[in-house]
């Protein structure tokens, strides 16, 4: 059993007066942080949860939220992450899923609420009583699950990560050893906490000894007035905020040293412009199983490499596996990765967290290749696999090609139903400007073999994503895209 | 069961062009590093040697020193270091205590060894055959013993340091955590790889990608002209290392920005003109038992905490324990100190293991105290203790005193026997100048109780230090220091 001191208290005690937490015109140093976090752990401690329950977290990007991440752990109590973009019915279905024994979160979301759990705010929490003496857990077990967070779902019902103290450190030692790790680092998050990418920083900061700069959302203005402020050098990014960014700065911020960008490829377009502008974006591959990025591109390949995820972080491996047969370079399967940082599996399903593993590697569902110097091309998820007259077909790699028209900024493809060859594949394009379909049949024409040609282009105004800005194929399909 | 992919393959596969290591005008990537490694481990292979076996290792700092220690890990050989100062006898134990199955050392090493153990140098190892297959450890499993360091030995006789993957693991880590880490970072290793002040810096490559500056020796003009030349960003000394780079340098070179000081505490002068110098010195305290440093002192602490060795690294712990109390501030008592760095145990001595571990601390022999905001102050070695008329005495305290002179540069304690008080301190001093002994007296009047006040000071050229630069306090008696 590997122990380590309770992250916060421990950083409290290392470096009490450095800065860990930045939101709006308000700073905490560690000191303040762990004194907040002592205060809401003794409210807290007086509700009936107990240690080794579950309790769901359902708030906005906050620093009350931060606490209450903090003061759960300082309680031995595992978290479930709820993502705020939920119908009340898929909410349900969690808290029941996970057994949760309370709620945590905001008036606004606790009005909503109609079950039989307990539901606490910061605002109805029972006041801190001296004479009651909470039982505070000072280490970390590195095998116990520290929080949960629900998968998608793009393919079945969601289903608990649970994701340990152990991986949660590993994933902020491998992104240290990739990116390295400075004094007046500064991670700025305008993502979800409820999100691995989001919730990630806050690991991050009191195992570096690191400031966050916390915003609510993503607000262009914003968020470059905060970089500018407060000298931030890494921040989280999703595709669309790059392109806001992008768009907004005529020059990457002096103090920005790394921009971590998740949630698949970027264009080719964007990736230029990033280079021309002096943009350090990292393109990363990862999942909530795997407690955030597992593969990283360095900015120095990532034109060279265009469209490639990049190698593992420090610690972790990856592999591409037909059946039970590892493939060659450029052979195409299932990409199978492992590490320190790669969940202990779903909660309550032992027979699903058997079957997400082979040996030890974690099979991510995932289509993708390795070219001869091990850098990592991620293919499609498998179940949006094309299968067209026997040949498979994998969506991304056309939308890789489209991309690197320089006027297409997003790029779609389903299949489409084909009387002849079963199914066909229909793009779908956000552009710049109208390009003439003859232009893309050429680029597709040359980059592709003939069966992978898309049947129709489509311009459309959006395409449609998840909460985690993951494209969601299938909806092109449902939702009418299709004529 | 967690392991690693094998460092040195990993790094090269992650990053093959980084450079891995500078020799003189030599230098190796992590390919090159990774090539020439795997062509020594095909010789190793062809020799009797079997997995799991012990090998001792008896070299100078050397590029080939580095290629056999990852060749012995990708054999999945564990590895004795062998201190070159040591007599002919002092080896000869080392060898049969750690049960080791060969010696792999050079020529003028080779020759001197007359006991039955095949012995190896590059020269003498079979050459390569492509027919017979080497089987390969391509993981490390983090539990199991890597390296294996005897103690210095100011205590009883030498016992193996069992040093495990996972030890020297998080010493990196954790190192890393505590100063940071850049892409351009260089270390630069003057000390011997057979103490864990130099190996460790080689586990820091290939987890870090970092390139190592190595010299075979500390020559203070060769180290200035390599710092300057290679832009060398860190360095591990001890004092006398220290105190020659100060004599020689005007101020510091602006590459380096971190001086990893081990050994004792600096004496106040040094720290005086290493702050006026810019020199950025990391007091730290390790032992071999901890993997190298368990707790560091910043710079900016090095002269307002004057003679404390600062606080742990994230993830490791310390207390102060007296009995089985744990004491509080201020309080005297033994150093324990726990973390994922410190040792499995002692080679082949379950008993001394046992008793060397207190529920999972380990006891460090270490006299010392925490100040009110958890900064550690080493007072002394247990075994070093001086009783005088009932009362304690701890040498360090008193040399501390001494070492806030300004003209003092060294100062060693010990007790002399005395007929009405059983022991009383004499002072040993290397200084600049001569010192008025009423001066000396005026210092320690005012800073220490009577009882502690030394009976008298002494002017040597040097102090007895052994090889890792530890005073050797027992020896200013037996040496005829005193009169």
Redesign the interface.
């Known amino acids: 059993m ?1 122990k ?2 309770n992250w916060l208290l ?2 409290a ?2 470096t ?1 007066d450095r800065v860990a937490l930045i939101y709006q015109d308000k700073k905490w140093t560690f000191r303040e942080l762990a004194f907040e976090v002592d205060e809401l752990s003794n409210r807290l401690a007086r509700t009936s949860l107990k240690k080794g329950e579950t309790v769901a977290l359902l708030m906005n990007n906050h620093p009350q939220m931060v606490m209450l991440v903090h003061a759960c752990f300082l309680l031995g109590l595992k978290i479930v992450l709820l993502n705020n973009k939920l119908t009340k019915v898929e909410r349900l279905y969690q808290l029941e899923d996970a057994k949760t024994a309370a709620l945590l979160t905001e008036p606004v979301y606790a009005n909503d609420h109609d079950g039989d759990l307990p539901v606490y705010t910061i605002e109805t929490l029972p006041e801190a009583d001296q004479d009651h003496k909470k039982k505070i857990e000072k280490d970390f077990d590195l095998n116990e699950t520290a929080t949960i967070m629900y998968t998608s779902g793009t393919t079945g019902r969601p289903k608990g990560v649970e994701q340990t103290f152990g991986n949660h450190f590993h994933s902020a ?1 491998s992104s ?2 990739n990116v ?4 007046d680092d500064r991670w700025l998050i305008a993502l979800p906490l409820f999100h691995i990418s989001g919730l990630s920083a806050l690991f991050k900061s009191v ?3 690191m400031t966050v700069v916390l915003h609510q959302k993503f607000d262009v203005d914003e968020v470059k007035a905060s970089i500018e402020q407060h000298r931030v050098t890494m921040i989280s990014v999703v595709q669309t905020m790059l392109s806001c960014l992008l768009s907004r700065l005529e020059e990457c911020p002096s103090s920005l040293r790394c921009l971590l960008l998740g949630g698949g490829p970027a264009p080719y377009a964007m990736l230029q412009e990033s280079k021309e502008k002096g943009f350090p974006v990292f393109q990363s591959y990862g999942m909530t199983e795997t407690c955030s990025q597992i593969v990283t591109l360095a900015p120095e390949f990532s034109v060279e490499k265009l469209g490639s995820a990049g ?2 972080l ?2 972790c ?1 990856l592999k591409i596996q037909d059946g039970q047969r590892t493939c060659r370079p450029f052979e195409h399967g299932e990409i199978m990765v492992k590490g ?1 940082n790669v969940m202990k599996g779903y909660l309550h399903r032992e027979e699903e967290t058997a079957a997400a593993f082979d040996q030890g590697w974690l099979k991510t569902g995932d289509i993708g290749y390795v070219d001869e ?2 850098f990592l091309f991620v293919l499609d998820r498998r179940s949006d696999l094309i299968i067209s007259g026997g040949e498979n077909i994998y969506p991304a790699e056309i939308e890789a090609v489209l991309l690197t028209h320089p006027y297409v900024k997003e790029a779609g493809v389903t299949g489409m139903y084909d009387d002849r060859w079963g199914e066909v594949p229909a793009a779908f394009l956000v552009t710049d400007h109208k390009i003439p379909e003859n232009e893309l049949y050429a680029l597709c024409q040359s980059h592709l073999a003939k069966y992978k040609w898309p049947a129709v282009f489509q311009f459309v105004d959006e395409l449609p994503r998840n909460a985690s800005n993951k494209l969601q194929r299938h909806r092109l399909k449902s939702k009418g895209f299709l004529r």
């Open positions: 590997m380590q001191p421990h950083r005690y290392l009490p030692v240290a050893l390295g790790l400075r004094e195992i570096y000894g190698k593992p420090f610690g491996e320190a110097e091990g």
